[in-house]
């Protein structure tokens, strides 16, 4: 069977927007109780990769993700060449450390190149203990890049504490690294977010209505941390 055409992709695209419309509008219940997953990619998700895709570059040398190493395996191409993935619970088959990053000293300094740290902050109460311990793992001239939610429903799966606005990261951020080299971005706008929290998929909104930036409404917060060289 051939793929489908672009006419044919249009056309699916443009009745899953329009069936997108009136799921926002329709009662209390929203058309997803996790995040969409199961209509197709979060539209936190979508912002996510968009955002590591932009910094694919820092995704080189020795590298750690937090639960498994989806973004580091998808966006780092053949840069690492040591990957480690980081969890709290020894019990995560993907694991190969486990360690709690709020109690001091729990990895040695200066060990990897890049960290991706892709939705755990919100779940750590200690976020200035957690962001201090990533600053030190980081080596000289490392990369930290950070996503949080800023609008999202809350999982009750988890230990969520806080939604995040991008003055939080930054401040956050700036407490250990040079504010010179923090950058932080929004991502969403009024709609997104809308239908971020009645768990609509990406693709039922239009892809002009993804891409439009309200920093008052934002979907997904992203930053990059550069640790000094000295």
Same mark, same amino acid.
């Given at each position: 069977?051939?793929?489908?055409?672009?006419?044919?992709?249009?056309?699916?695209?443009?009745?899953?927007?329009?069936?997108?419309?009136?799921?926002?509008?329709?009662?209390?219940?929203?058309?997803? $109780?996790? !995040? &969409?997953?199961? /209509?197709?990619?979060?539209?936190?998700?979508?912002?996510? =990769? %968009?955002?590591?895709?932009?910094?694919?570059?820092?995704?080189?040398?020795?590298?750690?993700?937090?639960?498994?190493?989806?973004?580091? $395996?998808? !966006? &780092?191409?053949? /840069?690492?060449?040591?990957?480690?993935?980081?969890?709290? =619970? %020894?019990?995560?088959?993907?694991?190969?450390?486990?360690?709690?990053?709020?109690?001091?000293?729990?990895?040695?300094?200066?060990?990897?190149?890049?960290?991706?740290?892709?939705?755990?902050?919100?779940?750590?109460?200690?976020?200035?203990?957690?962001?201090?311990?990533?600053?030190?793992?980081l080596a000289p001239g490392g990369t930290l890049l950070v996503a949080v939610p800023a609008t999202a429903m809350v999982d009750p799966e988890w230990t969520e504490y806080r939604r995040w606005t991008a003055l939080g990261i930054?401040?956050?951020?700036?407490?250990?690294?040079?504010?010179?080299?923090?950058?932080?971005?929004?991502?969403?706008?009024?709609?997104?977010?809308?239908?971020?929290?009645?768990?609509?998929?990406?693709?039922?909104?239009?892809?002009?209505?993804?891409?439009?930036?309200?920093?008052?409404?934002?979907?997904?917060?992203?930053?990059?941390?550069?640790?000094?060289?000295?």
């Amino acid at each position: 069977m051939k793929p489908p055409g672009r006419i044919a992709r249009v056309t699916r695209r443009g009745f899953r927007v329009v069936r997108g419309r009136v799921l926002l509008a329709r009662g209390v219940r929203p058309a997803s $109780r996790t !995040f &969409g997953f199961e /209509r197709g990619q979060p539209i936190h998700r979508h912002y996510i =990769d %968009d955002f590591i895709r932009a910094h694919a570059d820092r995704i080189q040398g020795r590298c750690v993700e937090f639960h498994d190493a989806s973004y580091t $395996r998808r !966006f &780092g191409g053949n /840069r690492p060449d040591h990957v480690d993935v980081l969890d709290l =619970d %020894d019990s995560n088959p993907h694991a190969t450390v486990v360690a709690d990053l709020t109690k001091p000293h729990s990895l040695p300094p200066n060990t990897y190149d890049c960290i991706i740290c892709v939705h755990v902050l919100h779940l750590v109460y200690d976020a200035d203990a957690f962001t201090r311990a990533l600053h030190e793992l980081l080596a000289p001239g490392g990369t930290l890049l950070v996503a949080v939610p800023a609008t999202a429903m809350v999982d009750p799966e988890w230990t969520e504490y806080r939604r995040w606005t991008a003055l939080g990261i930054t401040t956050l951020l700036e407490q250990f690294f040079d504010p010179s080299a923090v950058q932080v971005q929004t991502y969403g706008n009024s709609l997104a977010a809308a239908a971020e929290m009645r768990g609509l998929a990406a693709d039922e909104i239009a892809p002009w209505e993804l891409r439009a930036t309200d920093e008052h409404f934002p979907v997904e917060v992203c930053a990059q941390a550069v640790k000094s060289d000295a």
